[in-house]
Nanobody, 125 residues
Framework: QVQLVESGGGLVQAGASLRLSCAAS????????MAWFRQFPGKEREVVAS????????TYADAVKGRFTISRDNAKNMLYLEMNSLKPEETAVYYC??????????????????WGKGTLVTVSS
């Protein structure tokens, strides 16, 4: 049974940093493309960042470039998102996602193989 379990969310003030983690199990983690999505209230999920198998290929949404960093540890089956200079408008539920086929799947948003249940990040002003 595949499980993606996010952690690290919480309440922070604007300008603060948070590190999200995603623990993966039940899949051959090193062979999956991974991504972080977020969902604002009343909106559809949007991709924040994605990462290739070896952690060398990374993509970011324009809104987070230079502030967020995605990384992975294949030995520990872990995915991370380091978030700096957080803004109140980035309050959202953040999800971990895994796909076997392609990083472009994350751009489409549908057809992603596995999703976590999400972790809430609240940024106060």
């Amino acid at each position: 049974q595949v499980q993606l379990v996010e952690s690290g969310g919480g309440l922070v003030q604007a300008g603060a940093s948070l590190r999200l983690s995603c623990a993966a199990s039940g899949l051959t983690f090193r062979t999956y493309y991974m991504a972080w999505f977020r969902q604002f209230p009343g909106k559809e999920r949007e991709v924040v960042a994605s990462i290739g198998w070896l952690g060398k290929l990374k993509t970011y949404a324009d809104a987070v470039k230079g502030r967020f960093t995605i990384s992975r540890d294949n030995a520990k089956n872990m995915l991370y998102l380091e978030m700096n200079s957080l803004k109140p408008e980035e309050t959202a539920v953040y999800y971990c996602a895994a796909d076997r086929d392609s990083m472009s799947t994350f751009l489409r948003g549908d057809g992603v193989d596995w999703w976590g249940k999400g972790t809430l990040v609240t940024v106060s002003s």
